[in-house]
């Protein structure tokens, strides 16, 4: 070597520039691995773009290309060549598995090598792109970083590009612009692709991008996306901590706390909203006052509305009448197929029907009938104001009573006017008395309960008036056994027999007797053995589950929750959650919470086959806290049925909890 800049062989005695392709270094050897895998089947692509970036460092592309031929052998450079390309033929070979080796240890030079593996591996190969074609589809973040989730997809697109390369346009001075048109399409589909597999928090950014003129590229893509998530992963940093606690909320104050506070809250958490129903500020749709109505604690009480209490009930739109199934609803309908009443048969204690309609008026302001005899608790001194019919006369009336309409609908505070020509009920005393909404149809109207949302009533339309049938109480005498009743109903359950009205009173022992019948037709499966704890100790087994997602998110934003629970002491846990994702992190800082505060580890997990329990980073996290995940089969809840049956257990509390306290859906999560 003579300093930094030649090397002198003492052999040829010649001065050699190490710049030169023929330059080998003092620490160079053929046994020396320069990639990273060694040459397989499967991953030429890899490795030939690793080993030429090698060859190119070191001088020696020209070997394996055949830009640098072998040069005569009374040349001066023949020598060098032939120590350089031994020196490239024993790189090559030491970065590929012995069967490949074999192969290709009797070439002459290094370019043979690379020629015959291109011929072999680097060939197009329709089942290889296929199957990274399929892999690209089907690559989900599932729970991963942005970024790593990006890196995954870069290999994959890479490796295609190896197979599939983007088509060039080789004409001379083209002016088509073809390969730069083709290199913007392929980025187009690659942003496509990127955004099919990234989760559901990311579908406010994606929407936001697409909407973007002209598109940005991959790379701005990639950046928007990372930075949306840091930005959730700040936010979720400085949100309030999660407290989890078996059957208990953070909100503990009484009722008339939140009365005294209850604006305040509104008004702190709904700055920014806006109504849509009333144009006001500082409230939504789903919680403005004039539609659903108002506390008792607002002041005035909407002013203008005060007679017009509204339904709070918010319900699927799966049928046109709220609180029904398809199936009820097409029974409902059945009632009103005919305008004649069927005749009650000899042997049935029934109820029969008067011709006592009462005509249905939103514009009416007081019930009224010209029929005494249909009044109960009638009081003829009472003195109250004549009633001003449409045409602008004034009829007296002599007396004011009660009317029961049908059983558990008690029409108070009705007028008796003899000189009337109908019945009148009118819709504003219904809704105020008996705290209910009246829905009109073309065909029929519904009563509808506001606070337990059931069908209280129903009428049907006759010459474009709605009118409601009164009912008369007639027994009669039963000739037939429950038992009769209970084989022609189908074989209904006592239960359901329990709520038909004409069998009620009726007197019989069918209730300890057993059906030969139901058993054999109604039995689904064997009964499951009861449930008993299999553990010896805490966290030796914890059941876990997602439930969600709400139809309203609550206060905190919270649209999922999940359930974990200790098998042998039946202690639960519950933490709100925002986004499905974030079980696992949940169920991360629920295993530090175990090990810091009870010193013990979670041994075993049973769980569904959610992705937020068995992505491959939760499976990492098991198998190195040495957790054993048990899952259920598919379609089978009922294996993991103690949190199952936790997660009923909760729902049912919390609506108790919300409908006893009256408060809206956004309420749920402080109710868990």
């Known amino acids: 070597m003579a300093g930094d800049e030649a090397l002198k062989n003492k052999d040829e005695g010649e001065t050699i520039n190490h710049n030169s392709p023929f330059y080998l270094h003092a620490s160079d050897y053929p046994k020396q691995l320069h990639v990273n895998d060694t040459l397989t089947d499967k991953n030429y692509g890899d490795w030939e773009q690793e080993m030429m970036k090698f060859l190119f460092a070191k001088n020696k592309t020209g070997f394996i290309d055949g830009s640098i031929e072998m040069p005569e052998k009374g040349s001066d450079k ?99 612009e073809l390969g730069r048109k083709m290199v913007e399409l392929k980025e187009k589909e690659r942003i496509y692709e990127f955004f099919m597999g990234l989760d559901d928090q990311f579908s406010v950014i994606k929407t936001q991008i697409l909407a973007m003129k002209p598109t940005p590229n991959l790379s701005n893509v990639y950046h928007l996306v990372a930075e949306d998530e840091q930005q959730r992963i700040i936010g979720a940093s400085k949100g309030p901590v999660r407290e989890v606690a078996a059957f208990q909320a953070n909100f503990q104050g009484r009722r008339n706390q939140y009365e005294k506070d209850g604006r ?25 006052f004039k539609r659903i109505g108002y506390p008792e604690w607002w002041p005035g009480k909407g002013k203008g509305d005060k ?112 000189n009337f020509t109908c019945n009148l009920l ?30 209280i009533g129903a009428g049907n339309c006759h010459g474009g008036i709605y009118r409601m049938g009164g009912i008369k109480e007639e027994r009669r005498a039963m000739m037939v056994t429950m038992e009769s009743w209970h084989k022609r109903l189908g074989h209904a359950s006592n239960v359901k027999l329990s709520h038909v009205s004409f069998l009620k009173g009726a007197s019989s022992n069918f209730e300890d007797k057993v059906c030969d019948s139901c058993n054999k037709a109604k039995l689904t499966r064997l009964p499951f053995p009861v449930s008993y704890i299999k553990t010896n100790n805490c966290f030796d087994l914890i059941h876990c589950d997602v439930w969600g997602k709400y139809r309203k998110p609550s206060l905190t934003g919270a649209n999922y929750f999940l359930t974990v629970v200790d098998d042998f002491s039946r202690t639960v846990w519950v933490y709100l959650l925002k986004h499905k994702h974030e079980a696992s992190n949940c169920l991360i800082d ?3 919470m175990v090990k810091t505060q009870f010193g013990k580890g979670i041994k075993r997990i049973r769980c569904d086959n959610g992705g937020e329990f068995v992505s491959n980073y939760m499976r990492q996290f098991y198998s190195k806290q040495g957790i054993i995940l048990e899952t259920t089969c598919p379609h089978s809840p009922q294996q993991n049925g103690v949190v199952e049956r936790k997660h009923r257990h909760l729902l049912e509390i919390a609506r108790a909890l919300r409908f006893e306290a009256n408060f809206r859906q956004s309420f749920g999560g402080s109710a868990f």
Request: proline share 5%; hydrophobic share 35%.
């Open 78 to 176: 023949y020598l060098p060549w032939m120590r350089c390309d031994a020196m490239i033929k024993g790189w090559l070979t030491t970065a590929m598995e012995k069967e490949i080796r074999n192969s290709v240890k009797y070439a002459k030079t290094a370019a043979e090598i690379w020629r015959d593996l291109k011929e072999r591996f680097g060939k197009e190969s329709a089942p290889k792109a296929y199957e990274l074609k399929q892999s690209l589809y089907s690559t989900r973040q599932d729970g991963m970083t942005v970024s790593a989730y990006y890196t995954r997809l870069r290999v994959l697109w890479d490796e295609i590009e190896s197979i599939l390369p983007t088509p060039k346009c080789s004409c001379n001075g083209c002016k088509c």
């Open 264 to 288: 305040k809250m509104n008004s702190q958490v709904n700055k920014t909203a806006h109504c849509s129903h009333c144009g006001k500020d500082g409230h939504d749709k789903d919680g403005c």
């Open 307 to 418: 007679s017009r209490p509204k339904a709070a009930l918010v319900e699927t739109k799966i049928c046109p009448i709220p609180g029904m199934t398809e199936e009820q609803y097409a029974s409902f309908l059945k009632l009103f197929e005919g305008s004649k009443v069927e005749p009650v048969v000899a042997n049935m204690a029934g109820r029969m029907k008067v011709d006592e309609d009462w005509v249905v008026d939103s514009s009416a302001i007081e019930h009224i009938t010209c029929k005494g005899h249909l009044l109960q608790n009638l009081n003829m001194s009472m003195i109250e104001r004549p009633v001003t019919i449409p045409n602008g006369e004034s009829i007296p009336v002599k007396g004011k009573g009660d009317f029961l309409l049908k059983e558990g609908l008690d029409i108070k505070g009705v007028l008796y006017v003899p």
């Open 426 to 455: 009118s819709v504003r005393r219904l809704t105020k008395d008996l705290n209910c909404a009246v829905t009109f149809f073309p065909d029929f109207f519904v009563l509808q309960d506001l606070k337990a949302g059931n069908l």
């Open 590 to 592: 629920f295993y530090n």
